[in-house]
């Protein structure tokens, strides 16, 4: 059985740092991930990473920033921390090898983002999670003495032992389809997101939210769950994200009408206002009949100098002439709102702790939370950065005080019987594909950027249907190496658990904050909704919500405006 210090799951950008600091306190750490760590979906990051390096720029002004953007629902915290500590986590990174853009002096550059008072985000052209993830795994490779890479493992379950201890996890090898236990003193969940639960989504096959319906399986608390960001610039259809670097540099805005909408609703930051912000201009764009006949507004690159372009945004140049038939470089691109991320997650202190002893979470599937209502662009490379090596710091000191936990060897025998069971389904049943399209179509209807009561009640009962209907989901492949039907089936699983807590979420908040815009509770409430709403799960498999304090240090709320 393979036992480990601190064992990971999740290989994109938060849990190699994680990897990467706990190995470097003297921990031995194992690292799981669904698939080869560099086609997590990490590498899709294209703008930016944020830090106030700049001698003329400060921390504070982005953390405030971060605490606007949050729509003041951001624990204020961690987000000082995050911004604190963001310069040298840059430094550290172009140390490591990352070829950060330099401008004419020499000097790393930066482009200006959505919601920032300051140009400073770090950007590598529009791959900048590509160019991360690359040279972490560099880092990685070269500590092989201590850190066992575990690719293409699906994790199924995390274990506890008696004392409700999270003490490992049950991985499967998809190339053979071998179960194993894994043993460990601290566990790090760094799974990612959830934007498959959405249809279209902005995220790969693979982010199905796994982490946090594992976690929030075993009692762990997830927190601001209604809180999902739609991004404003998705291509019509498939989801495709234009990255919000295409606005840094200079691109507009235009509705059917060709006016540059964002001065109604944005007068100073117009197209650069916070995501929420310019998602529910174009979608108020659309809904009023200014949009163009394919439910569109259109995105002006052309504004931007060619030759900028094509240095600095040239995937995108790409995406738009493969994926939409656009030369962005010479005539407008229709796009809309787009499922992205999520802000909300398994709840965690500063130092990636959960409720659940022994473990923690980093990255895109914890809430620490420093995003809030709202996330500004370029800080979630940031977030997964900066908490996942706190994270990885804290699992491994924890480590070193207790002893490697026991868990009963009937788990891996429940496991393997629940997966032969899902082998042995007639052919017969719903097709997953069917039922997860459902599913991510409901989402899109009912919970996106605009929501009310009855929306979201409506997008309830389909959920639970689905759950219904999930456990007799048709299975072709029976064979065991790379049997994906199967992975598909459990991952299905985790979907329903993550719509459901976000569905739950949406309906408790009666009140317009952030990404949470309910049509039927015009308006934010802080007197009654300045709180975390945290989903836990009960014994009749109902989320039971709570509610938690937002954290303030020196910013009180303010009317938000841009
Ligand atoms: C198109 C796009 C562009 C973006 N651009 C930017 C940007 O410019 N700047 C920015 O700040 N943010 C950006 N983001 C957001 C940012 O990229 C993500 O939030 C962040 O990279 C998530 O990193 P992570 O390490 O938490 O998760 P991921 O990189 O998603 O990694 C998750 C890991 O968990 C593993 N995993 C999941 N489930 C299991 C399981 N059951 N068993 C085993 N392993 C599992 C996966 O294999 C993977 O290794 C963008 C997002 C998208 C989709």
């Known amino acids: 059985m393979p036992s480990h210090d601190v064992l990971i799951i999740g290989a994109g950008l938060a849990g190699q740092r994680a990897a990467l600091a706990a190995a470097q306190t003297g921990a031995t750490v194992g690292i799981v991930s669904k698939v080869h760590p560099v086609r997590s979906h990490s590498v899709a990051a294209a703008g930016g990473i944020n830090a106030a390096l700049n001698p003329e720029d400060s921390w504070e002004s982005h953390a405030f920033d971060t605490v606007k953007g949050s729509d003041y629902l951001g624990d204020q915290d961690a987000i000082e921390i995050m911004c604190r500590e963001a310069p040298e986590e840059i430094l550290w990174l172009e140390h490591a090898g990352v070829t950060f853009h330099r401008n004419e002096s020499g000097h790393l550059g930066t482009r200006a983002f959505g919601g920032a008072s300051a140009a400073r985000t770090y950007y590598v052209a529009d791959i900048t999670g590509h160019a991360l993830l690359h040279v972490l795994y560099e880092q990685l490779m070269k500590r092989t003495e201590q850190i066992d890479r575990y690719e293409e493992w699906f994790t199924t379950d995390l274990l506890q032992d008696d004392e409700g201890r999270c003490a490992g996890a049950i991985c499967r090898d998809l190339r053979d389809g071998q179960l194993e236990m894994f043993n460990a003193k601290s566990v790090i969940l760094a799974c990612g997101g959830a934007g498959q639960v959405y249809e279209p989504t902005t995220n790969g096959l693979i982010v199905t939210g796994d982490g946090m319906a594992q976690a929030f399986r075993i009692g762990a608390r997830l927190q601001d769950m209604e809180m999902v960001q739609y991004h404003p610039t998705c291509l019509a259809g498939n989801g495709i994200l234009i990255t919000e670097g295409a606005r840094g540099e200079g691109a507009w805005l235009l509705n059917a009408k060709g006016e540059r909408f964002m001065e109604r609703y944005a007068p100073n930051k117009l197209e650069l206002a916070s995501r929420d912000v310019v998602s529910r201009a174009e979608q108020t764009e659309i809904n009023q009949g200014r949009g163009f006949p394919d439910g569109t507004v259109a995105l002006d690159v052309t504004r931007v100098p060619r030759r900028r372009t094509l240095e600095a945004l040239r995937e995108i140049v790409n995406i738009g002439r493969d994926f939409a038939g656009v030369d962005i470089t010479r005539e407008p691109i229709h796009i809309r709102p787009g499922n992205h991320y999520m802000m909300g997650g398994v709840k965690t202190d500063v130092d990636g702790q959960t409720n659940v002893p022994g473990l923690y979470a980093a990255g895109e599937v914890a809430c620490v939370s420093v995003h809030g209502g709202n996330r500004l662009g370029a800080n979630s490379l940031l977030d997964t950065l900066i908490f996942g090596r706190r994270a ?34 007639e052919s017969g049943g719903r097709r997953i594909g069917a039922i997860k399209h459902e599913l991510g179509a409901t989402m899109n209807r009912h919970c996106a950027v605009f929501r009310d009561e009855a929306g979201l009640t409506k997008a309830h009962e389909i959920v639970r249907r689905l759950k219904e209907e999930a456990p007799n989901a048709a299975v072709d492949d029976r064979g065991s190496v790379f049997n994906q039907d199967v992975i598909g089936a459990i991952e299905l699983g985790y979907m329903l658990d993550v719509a459901e807590t976000i569905v739950v979420g949406a309906l408790e908040r009666r009140e317009c904050r952030g990404a949470q815009w309910r049509i039927d509770y015009p308006g934010r409430n802080d007197e009654e909704w300045l709180k975390h709403i945290d989903i836990s799960m009960n014994s009749a498999d109902v989320p039971l919500v709570s509610f938690s304090p937002v954290t303030i240090t020196r910013w009180q709320p303010e009317e938000r405006t841009y």
């Open 392 to 425: 990885g710091e804290h699992a491994a000191a924890h480590a070193k005080h207790v002893k490697m936990p026991s868990t009963p060897g009937s788990r891996l025998s429940d496991v393997e019987a629940r997966i032969q069971a899902i082998m042995r389904r």
